[in-house]
């Protein structure tokens, strides 16, 4: 599990295919302390396993799965930056909200309108997952932890604080760009649960 407070933004160093999967080496610093082969890192907000470590970068090998679901794909090339957490340690706190890392659709850019310091990012989710955004919900966006701050059909807004916009890589986002969303898994349950109670 984690929380979606993004521990550092990593870069693409190589990405290349290899049979049915693609291999991506992922530079990285803080995210490494502790891992070891076979841990789970988000990337993007995607639960990838570390398949081999070294001092300063971790192999990650994405499935055909992996990448029908996200925002991989061609655009996971050397110098992408891409944001890191690690999972959340049960004596750890908790911060964000419930991730699991499990990408529930691709989203799209519609605008990044910034202030002085901060900005305001618009972005259009696919149909299905509309039903779980409410106002001042969560949702999070390439691996962040976001509160919706407005809705309108067919697109939800967060707001960015400075801090943010310095530590991921919201900051580069441009209209059109994909972006890995996972709904809150709360509504998700909630959703579960009436359903069934209707049948």
Not at 112 to 120: I, T, Y
Not at 166 to 187: Q, W, Y
Request: net charge negative; proline share 5%.
């Amino acid at each position: 599990m984690f929380t979606g407070i993004v521990e550092e933004t990593g870069v693409v160093r190589a990405s290349a295919p290899r049979g049915d999967v693609v291999v991506v080496t992922i530079q990285a610093r803080l995210v490494l302390q502790g891992l070891a082969a076979g841990d789970s890192v988000a990337v993007n907000g995607c639960c990838l396993t570390a398949v081999s470590v070294s001092s300063d970068a971790f192999v990650c090998e994405l499935t055909p799965e992996t990448l029908a679901r996200t925002s991989f794909g061609p655009d996971l090339a050397a110098g992408r930056r891409v944001n890191l957490e690690r999972p959340l340690a049960a004596n750890g706190r908790f911060d964000g909200h419930i991730v699991q890392g499990h990408v529930d659709g691709v989203g799209r850019v519609v605008d990044l309108r910034r202030g002085d310091l901060s900005a305001d990012l618009e972005i259009a989710p696919p149909a299905a997952l509309e039903r779980y955004l409410v106002e001042k919900g969560s949702i999070t966006v390439d691996g962040v932890s976001l509160t919706v701050a407005g809705l309108r059909p067919g697109a939800f807004s967060v707001a960015l604080i400075p801090f943010t916009l310095e530590r991921t890589t919201l900051d580069a986002l441009r209209p059109g760009d994909p972006v890995n969303l996972e709904a809150d898994v709360i509504a998700k349950y909630v959703e579960r649960l009436l359903t069934r109670g209707n049948a």
